[in-house]
């Protein structure tokens, strides 16, 4: 990682233009959230030369404040730690949207001591500014505690700080300057990347049943069938489909469909195994990857679930709904993903012209 001059010896302006030269390099390199805000902070290490430094994110729900990133000195013991409403600087911070600058906690009587306590550490000196996402909202916030002496190794998360000693020298105003900058960068790349693995997520969700869809079902797949290859192992395929699902549409309309189609899925969801792979996989079709499962175990579970549609069908009177469930069970694994799905189609056709 760059070595950056700390801000004492910032001699012009293009020290401070190639810093946020790299953070800019940094916060548009990755989406995902852990890493983005992982290597902002290493760069505000090896910047601003903190003894301890972290980042918080606000808690939506509860408006708490979670450490997501500390570094410095036993930093593990804070890291996932929660922070009430308007707890110490950084709860005042937050509230408020204003940077603070602290030269002497002794004397501030917003400092709240319980983290010290916590890690057994002595806080002198605080610089804090909030995260700010596009709309100009507070979504977190960065502190920096204790200036050092720089030492000669870079600043990173795993470095030893237990025997460096914090300076007279306080956090300046040109520090809260720089860093609040810095707030509102990460704090757009943060929401960014939140909002892009929200968006990831949804695109392997389907959207009327909450379960896996087809396309993230297609992904599992071609994984679950090279492990069978590789490795020898079983894999159980169970193909589920709902009877007669037009006449359900027909006669009592497309919301009770949806409606059975949902709770069709809440009961799967709650009938599989931990280690099994749910999904829709169109219309009224469901599949559920089994791996490392025998036929037997299969069969147990497909009787589990007509056992559950038939209590369910008793309470809402839907005229006999069924479902015909065929299944795979493979040792070797066919060659490809579409002999499999074709096989399992061909046996819950058969399994259709059976009960009619």
């Not at 790299?22 to 760069?43: A, D, F, R, Y």
């Not at 079709?285 to 025998?294: K, L, N």
């Not at 070797?332 to 012209?353: S, V």
Request: with cysteine.
């Amino acid at each position: 990682m760059t070595q950056y001059p700390i801000l004492s010896d910032l001699k012009n302006q293009e020290d401070v233009s190639e810093f946020f030269r790299s953070m800019g390099v940094i916060l548009t390199s990755s989406l995902q959230p852990k890493e983005v805000i992982e290597k902002v902070m290493e760069m505000i290490g090896s910047f601003f030369s903190p003894q301890n430094w972290s980042l918080l994110l606000i808690e939506e729900e509860t408006d708490r404040m979670k450490f997501e990133i500390v570094m410095g000195i036993d930093a593990e013991k804070v890291r996932g730690i929660y922070l009430d409403k308007g707890e110490g600087i950084v709860g005042w911070v937050c509230e408020t949207g204003e940077p603070a600058i602290i030269e002497n906690v002794e004397n501030e009587p917003r400092f709240s001591s319980r983290i010290d306590n916590i890690m057994e550490f002595k806080t002198h000196s605080i610089v804090c500014v909030p995260l700010l996402n596009g709309q100009n909202k507070v979504i977190g916030a960065i502190e920096l505690i204790n200036k050092i002496i720089p030492p000669s190794v870079q600043l990173t998360s795993d470095r030893e700080t237990k025997n460096i000693i914090p300076t007279d020298e306080t956090f300046t105003k040109l520090d809260m300057k720089i860093l609040s900058s810095i707030g509102i960068f990460t704090g757009v790349a943060v929401e960014n990347a939140f909002l892009y693995k929200k968006v990831e997520e949804l695109a392997m969700v389907d959207s009327l049943t909450g379960i896996n869809n087809r396309h993230y079902f297609n992904e599992i797949m071609r994984q679950e069938t090279e492990r069978v290859k590789r490795y020898k192992h079983t894999m159980c395929l169970l193909m589920i489909d709902v009877d007669d699902f037009k006449y359900i549409n027909d006669n009592f309309g497309h919301i009770t469909g949806d409606r059975v189609l949902r709770s069709i899925a809440d009961m799967l969801r709650v009938s599989v195994r931990d280690s099994d792979f749910l999904a829709r996989f169109g219309g009224d079709e469901f599949v559920i990857i089994m791996p490392e499962a025998t036929e037997s175990d299969a069969f147990i579970l497909a009787k589990r679930v007509q056992d559950m549609i038939a209590r369910w069908n008793a309470k809402e009177s839907l005229e006999g709904l069924k479902v015909s469930i065929s299944i795979g069970a493979y040792e070797a694994g066919p060659d490809n993903i579409g002999q499999i799905l074709t096989e399992a189609d061909r046996e819950l056709y058969q399994c259709k012209i059976v009960k009619k």
